[in-house]
T-cell receptor, first 117, second 113 residues
Framework: GAVVSQHPSRVICKSGTSVKIECRSLDFQATTMFWYRQFPKQSLMLMATSNEGSKATYEQGVEKDKFLINHASLTLSTLTVTSAHPEDSSFYIC?????????????FGEGSRLTVL | GENVEQHPSTLSVQEGDSAVIKCTYS??????FPWYKQELGKRPQLIID?????GEKKDQRIAVTLNKTAKHFSLHITETQPEDSAVYFC????????????FGTGTQLKVEL
């Protein structure tokens, strides 16, 4: 199946710094990618929909100025957590759908575990 | 928006028994219902899915049923094995919502020897 790669897998940063997470579709083009956040023992919560060449669409309650999303190409979306604080510590997962694939299945990146000290 | 509820939150079964996880959704326009298995610290893996034009789908030990009228769907795992132990999430795609996937709250399945 299609492959979505996410980097870094783990990151530890100091409070107040910014962290960038990359999501790449390796063998297909993705005009839309999705960013999820998952706290321990909880479900995946959609943060925003990343649209290639245009502004991201954020879910209610998600601060767009804190979670900057850029989708500059058909294979790359980035999520930047600005001025990170301990409460931002979480598992961030991106996903993308292979629109040209047979099933339209949604593929997930490996996830990025962010720890803010 | 779409709201997906999932039960139970935890499920413990003996090896070889069956496990059933149930979900309900709110948006009658939703038309695609995947199930994911997530092991600790890893990405969700699609294990089976069903579309709204089908009532049941089976893949070896895993089956999913869908009742559109009642807006609920269920995952059935037969002959459970220890490696089936994981967290399972149901999900639904909101029909008119730009293909946004809404997840259920998850079920921690433990298969005991």
């Amino acid at each position: 199946g299609a492959v979505v790669s996410q980097h870094p897998s783990r990151v530890i940063c100091k409070s107040g710094t910014s962290v960038k997470i990359e999501c790449r579709s390796l063998d297909f083009q993705a005009t839309t990618m999705f960013w999820y956040r998952q706290f321990p023992k909880q479900s995946l919560m959609l943060m925003a929909t990343s649209n290639e060449g245009s502004k991201a669409t954020y879910e209610q309650g998600v601060e767009k100025d804190k979670f900057l999303i850029n989708h500059a190409s058909l294979t790359l979306s980035t999520l930047t957590v600005t001025s990170a604080h301990p409460e931002d510590s979480s598992f961030y997962i991106c996903s993308a759908r292979d629109q040209g694939g047979r099933t339209g299945e949604l593929f997930f990146g490996e996830g990025s575990r962010l720890t803010v000290l | 928006g779409e709201n997906v509820e999932q039960h139970p939150s935890t499920l413990s079964v003996q090896e070889g028994d069956s496990a059933v996880i149930k979900c309900t959704y709110s948006d009658s326009a939703s038309n695609y219902f995947p199930w994911y298995k997530q092991e600790l610290g890893k990405r969700p893996q699609l294990i089976i899915d069903i579309r709204s034009n089908v009532g049941e789908k089976k893949d070896q030990r895993i089956a999913v049923t869908l009742n559109k009228t009642a807006k609920h769907f269920s995952l059935h795992i037969t002959e459970t094995q220890p490696e089936d132990s994981a967290v399972y999430f149901c999900a639904a795609i909101q029909g008119g919502g730009g293909n946004k996937l809404t997840f259920g709250t998850g079920t921690q399945l433990k298969v005991e020897l």
